[in-house]
């Protein structure tokens, strides 16, 4: 059985430490504010802080995607070590990449016809991609191989639920995220919309809540509703914030009264990164876990 390595990108908002010592490949996105061009790097170059606060100030914020050169660059260090390549992406009904890293699949199976090379569409974001991956990691270190952990991939990525709310919502519709008619009604009453992700990896408004408490308790009743086992849920849970950190704490706290059998160990705060925070802007607060097969609509 050939080694492998499993692969992620930046956009799964977790930490340069956590792909570090879990021997994760990290490919990472590129954001630009006000015309100067970053590459995505855990908030070393520019501080989450920082970054949001000239969002509020109305700097511009756009993101590109990793090209399939990138993709080709990062991937063949270790097909020419003789190692297979597990790579999950951003989804596909937010962004082109899963596309791009298929088309440098193709490439480098030419030259390296012996080796394994599988790309997966998460079809989830941020901390959420995160803990479909770290999943997989898991997986991995429990001794399953490439095909077994792709397989499980495969049949298992919509039960990694998806539930946010934000304070604002005009950084999503200047990025195509929602529409501008959503976000006028919410601004004009004041309300924190709740969001998921449906069954195409794309973002989908379910709720309209008047403030962030409500919206808080909506996440977690979600959790309630949706999550494996119910309230004898046991397995990880991710939260992640943009500048928001108040209201991840509220959900973390709010999980573990509802949730006794989740280890406080395992319930994982982290920051919204720079490039899904480009289309986010501050205020977003997110919580994902495993439970039910996300729906279309």
Not at 20 to 32: A, G, T
Not at 122 to 151: P, R, W
Request: net charge neutral; with cysteine.
């Amino acid at each position: 059985m050939a080694d492998y390595v499993i692969s992620g990108c930046t956009t799964a908002d977790l930490t340069q430490e956590y792909f570090d010592k879990n021997k994760v490949n990290l490919i990472p996105f590129h954001f630009s504010i006000s015309g100067t061009e970053y590459e995505e790097d855990f908030g070393k170059t520019i501080s989450y802080d920082v970054f949001y606060k000239r969002m509020r100030d109305g700097e511009i914020t756009k993101t590109s995607q990793v090209t399939a050169g990138e993709y080709i660059s990062s991937f063949e260090k270790y097909l020419a070590e003789g190692k297979d390549i597990l790579h999950v992406t951003l989804s596909s009904g937010l962004s082109g990449t899963y596309q791009s890293a298929v088309n440098a699949m193709k490439i480098l199976k030419e030259k390296y016809p012996e080796r394994k090379i599988i790309i997966i569409d998460s079809l989830l974001a941020s901390s959420g991609y995160g803990l479909f991956l770290d999943k997989l990691v898991t997986l991995k270190k429990e001794g399953k191989d490439i095909d077994e952990v792709a397989k499980y991939a495969q049949e298992n990525r919509l039960k990694f639920n998806a539930w946010f709310f934000s304070t604002d919502l005009s950084f999503y519709v200047r990025g195509g995220r929602i529409k501008k008619s959503s976000a006028f009604v919410a601004s004009l009453l004041h309300i924190c919309p709740v969001l998921d992700m449906n069954n195409k990896g794309e973002l989908c408004p379910r709720e309209k809540k008047i403030t962030s408490k409500a919206a808080i308790k909506a996440v977690v009743d979600k959790m309630i509703e949706r999550a494996e086992n119910g309230v004898e849920y046991s397995e990880k849970v991710f939260i992640s914030h943009s500048e928001c950190e108040k209201f991840a704490l509220d959900i973390k706290q709010k999980v573990l009264e509802n949730f006794p059998n989740v280890k406080e160990e395992n319930v994982l705060i982290f920051p919204i990164g720079t490039t899904i925070g480009s289309h986010t802007g501050p205020g977003t607060a997110a919580l994902f876990f495993i439970g039910k097969e996300r729906e279309e609509k």
